[in-house]
């Protein structure tokens, strides 16, 4: 009898194969006492796992096949951070000391304050290193228990097969890409997963968060999973093994034509030239932009450089950062994003490490934050301005909610080139100064903000939970976080018809931009400029591409003044009928 699960699609495809289940499961974790003249023994313990495991994750880097994404390597290299972070040795051989515990213990109790710490972060992302933190202490554990959980449960047999886990870690993925696993369902894990981003940089297919997979699924079941919709499906007969094997050829097809439409202009059918721009977070991204030819960066998302550390980036570093991205676009231009921290985004020694409020989202972050500790906001100005003197860069400040940030900015800019004139450091004439539309408010006052600015970019991940009410990390009210609510349709058509106005480009750079599904309505309402992953540009390439805004503008008018989410959904998926967004 064929068999439908259902989970999370995390990264789009279709495979088909047989299924390999991993059980691992729970590791048991025993508790005893060690006799003190074991103690040391028990360090020594520890610390030879800690080696070990340090050695195996060294080995499993080495593997990484060429044109891998960056990804891959930084997240097995944070694993092997963490084995070497004095959290993971010092703090549980404090412990075996102390309580006179056995090492799997000691590590347990370890993880379990670790995973609390993140578990009560507000940043989604950060919330689920939390994952991270399992995957290094079960490797460890797996070493201590001398279990071989670890050591190759990805073999060069397997290539072909649906890999079914509890969970993946990045280490796994890198040998089942080696390998030539086919796809991967695992039981937990969320979409913003190292698992899951490192699947869809690979190409994989892969469905997250299917509970009880493996209790449904049996070894060498031929299984079919469709990484798009998150479904698997077993024993699927005849027809419907025919159907699915169509599709991944269709899938197969689809994705050699986007890789044609690399270099290829954006242009509507009725001639109307649409940038297609990428975000980036780190210098790192490049070689993914360089891979869709985008033609320039719209969003530089330049916080990821404060965070994971403890000290501040001097200028220089800032610098020489900010110079090797912009150096490495070869002229296309650079929107370089002041900070966004503060909040969730915490940085040592900074203001933002005053306790924080009940509604972080709504307090001391991103310029907010910047025009309160200016020692830290104006090395990063002068980092940006000196950059700029090596290729076209563009400032854009985050979160703007009124007019008086925006002229503190403006003074706090000339203050910093005053500064570089005297110390004869040179620096680009007339560099653009942009502002994000976030916040209602400056989505219901984007003509003044029009005024006074270069471009406006719509950031659509806040404006959304700021228009709705709906925290944008928070799971309980994700059903109502809907970027097609018609208040939140309207707030983008004000912001554009603002910068139409005043005659200045308006982007998006939030998470609507890159999703296929929308690009014909925002078409529609009038958005000539799209910044996104990497790795969706092509894909919303190909949509540009086969549309014609002239058709587009009456059903996106129309989607403005609908009383209903249903209605607007119908609208929009009658303008993308003849499409598969
Ligand atoms: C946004 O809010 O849409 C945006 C692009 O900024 P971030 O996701 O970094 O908050
Ligand atoms: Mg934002």
Not at 313 to 329: C, I, N, T, W
Request: glycine share 6%.
């Amino acid at each position: 009898m064929s068999l439908v699960l259902s989970g999370t699609g995390v990264s789009r495809g279709i495979a088909l194969g047989k299924a390999h289940i991993l059980r691992r499961g729970q590791i048991e974790i025993p508790e005893y006492v060690v006799p003190k003249k074991y103690v040391k023994d028990e360090i020594n313990r520890l610390k030879k796992a800690l080696v070990t495991a340090a050695a195996q994750l060294k080995a499993i880097r080495k593997h990484i096949p060429e044109n891998t994404p960056a990804d891959i390597g930084s997240f097995i290299d944070a694993h092997l951070l963490m084995i070497q972070d004095s959290m993971l040795s010092d703090e549980p051989i404090n412990m075996i000391r102390q309580q006179q515990c056995n090492a799997e213990w000691a590590l347990k109790q370890q993880r379990d304050m670790l995973v609390k710490v993140f578990e009560a972060m507000d940043d989604p992302y950060l919330r689920t290193r939390k994952d991270d933190i399992d995957h290094v202490v079960n490797r460890i554990l797996g070493l201590l228990l001398d279990e071989s959980a670890h050591a190759s449960d990805v073999d060069s047999r397997l290539k072909g097969a649906i890999l079914i886990a509890d969970d993946l870690s990045p280490a796994d993925t890198v040998l089942m890409q080696h390998f030539g696993i086919a796809g991967f369902v695992t039981e937990f894990g969320g979409p913003t997963s190292h698992t899951s981003i490192l699947a869809r940089g690979l190409g994989v297919p892969a469905i997250v968060g299917l509970h009880s997979a493996r209790s449904f699924l049996k070894e060498n079941d031929e299984i079919i999973i469709d990484g798009r919709a998150g479904i698997v499906l077993a024993d699927a007969g005849e027809n419907t093994n025919k159907y699915y094997r169509r599709r991944q050829r269709q899938e197969k097809k689809r994705i050699n034509e986007l890789k044609e439409l690399k270099g290829k202009p954006a242009i509507t059918n009725d001639k109307q030239a649409i940038k297609l721009h990428a975000n980036i977070e780190l210098p790192e991204d490049i070689p993914a932009v360089r891979k869709v030819a985008a033609e320039g960066i719209g969003l530089y998302r330049t916080e990821f450089l404060y965070m994971n550390r403890d000290d501040f980036p001097s200028e220089d570093e800032q610098f020489s950062v900010y110079r090797k991205v912009v150096k490495s676009l070869k002229g296309a231009p650079v929107t370089i994003r002041t900070f966004d921290l503060g909040a969730d985004k915490q940085v040592d020694g900074a203001t933002s490490n005053k306790q924080a409020g009940t509604n972080p989202a709504l307090g001391l972050r991103a310029v907010r934050l910047c025009l309160r500790d200016t020692e830290m906001f104006m090395p990063q100005l002068r980092a940006i301005l000196r950059a700029s003197a090596f290729g076209p860069v563009r400032i854009m400040i985050p979160m703007l909610s009124n007019l008086t940030e925006l002229h503190q900015v403006k003074q706090l800019i000339d203050d910093a080139k005053l500064e570089l004139d005297r110390e004869g450091i040179r620096y680009a004439d007339n560099i653009p100064l942009g502002g994000m539309i976030e916040i209602p408010a400056a989505a219901l006052a984007a003509n003044q903000f029009a005024k006074q600015l270069d471009f406006l970019s719509i950031g659509t991940n806040d404006l959304i939970q700021y228009t709705l009410a709906i925290d944008r990390i928070d799971d309980e009210v994700a059903y109502l976080y809907e970027p097609l609510h018609p208040a939140v349709l309207q707030l983008i058509h004000m912001s554009i018809r603002a910068a139409n106005k005043a005659k200045i480009p308006i982007s998006m750079c939030g998470e609507m931009a890159g999703d296929p599904y929308f690009t014909r309505l925002l078409l529609g309402l009038g958005l000539r400029e799209f910044s996104m992953h990497p790795s969706a540009l092509l894909e919303v390439k190909r949509v540009v591409n086969s549309s014609d805004t002239r058709q587009l503008e009456k059903p996106a008018k129309k989607t403005l003044n609908s009383a209903r989410q249903s209605d607007v959904e119908k609208i929009v998926n009658s303008m993308n009928i003849d499409i598969d967004a």
